[in-house]
C-alpha cells in the first residue's frame, strides 16, 4: 500500500462545476503540499499546509492531521483548471508523493 | 526574479553512458532537491542539498549522486545508464529545506536513454 494515496485518479468535469481531489496518508508528517503539473511537465506549488485550511483565488485547501487525510477543492472550475493534481507529504526530511489526480473541464 | 533553471531541457543517451544535470535555483535559496518522475513510479526524491551538503538521500543505487556549489547551483550525474532511467528530472530550491518551505519547480530535463 502506497503511503500516500490520492482519489480519484481520474476526474472529468464541465465548466463551473465544484471539484474535490482527496488525499489520505499513513506516515507522520510535518507539512503537506499540493501541487499542479500541467502537460509539458512544468510543476507548480498550490499550497503547504500543516494544520486547517488555507484559500487562493478559486482554490481551498483543508487538512484533517487527526484523520490523516486532506482535501483540494476547485469551485467554478475552468478549462484552464486541466492539470494533474499532487498531494505529497514531509516525513523524515523528505518529500513522499501520491500518484496524482488527472482533471480534465470541458467547456 | 527569476526562476529555477535547468539545463539541458532534453537529452538522449545510449545504455552504459553516463550524463549529467544541472539545476540553477532561485537567487537567495540555499536548498535543491532533486526527483524523477516516471509514468510507473510517479514522482520520486532523489536527493537533498543544503550549502553544498547532501542532507538527504532517497532510495536509489550509487550511480545517481549530485553535488552542490557555492552558489547553490547543483548538478546531478547518473552514470552507467540504463534503459529505466528514462525520465523527467526535476529539480525543486526552496529557502531553507524541502517540505519545509514552498518548493519552487524547475521545467524538467526529459532523459531517454536509447
Known amino acids: 500500500k502506497n503511503e500516500v494515496e490520492q482519489s480519484p485518479q481520474n476526474l472529468t468535469a464541465q465548466e463551473g462545476e465544484f471539484i474535490t481531489i482527496n488525499c489520505s496518508y499513513s506516515v507522520g508528517i510535518s507539512a503537506l503540499h499540493w501541487l499542479q503539473q500541467h502537460p509539458g511537465g512544468g510543476i507548480v506549488s498550490l499550497f503547504m499546509?500543516?494544520?486547517g485550511k488555507k484559500k487562493h483565488g478559486r482554490l481551498i485547501a483543508t487538512i484533517n492531521i487527526q484523520e490523516k487525510h486532506s482535501s483540494l477543492h476547485i469551485t467554478a472550475s475552468h478549462p484552464r483548471d486541466s492539470a494533474v493534481y499532487i498531494c505529497?507529504?514531509?516525513?523524515?526530511?523528505?518529500?513522499?508523493f501520491g500518484t496524482g489526480t488527472r482533471l480534465q473541464v470541458f467547456p | 526574479k527569476a526562476g529555477v533553471t535547468q539545463t539541458p531541457r532534453y537529452l538522449i543517451k545510449t545504455r552504459g553512458q553516463q550524463v549529467t544535470l544541472s539545476c540553477s535555483p532561485i537567487?537567495?535559496?540555499?536548498?535543491v532537491s532533486w526527483y524523477q518522475q516516471t509514468p510507473g513510479q510517479g514522482l520520486q526524491f532523489l536527493f537533498e542539498?543544503?550549502?553544498?551538503?547532501?542532507?538527504n538521500k532517497g532510495n536509489f543505487p550509487g550511480r545517481f549522486s549530485g553535488r552542490q556549489f557555492s552558489n547553490s547551483r547543483s548538478e546531478m550525474n547518473v552514470s552507467t545508464l540504463e534503459l529505466g532511467d528514462s525520465a523527467l528530472y526535476l529539480c525543486?530550491?526552496?529557502?531553507?529545506?524541502?517540505?519545509?518551505?514552498?518548493?519552487?519547480f524547475g521545467p524538467g530535463t526529459r532523459l531517454t536513454v536509447l
Open positions: 505529497a507529504v514531509h516525513n523524515t526530511d523528505k518529500l513522499i
Open positions: 499546509l500543516s494544520s
Open positions: 542539498y543544503f550549502s553544498e551538503t547532501q542532507r
Open positions: 525543486a530550491s526552496s529557502l531553507v529545506g524541502q517540505g519545509l518551505n514552498e518548493q519552487f
Open positions: 537567487s537567495g535559496h540555499r536548498s
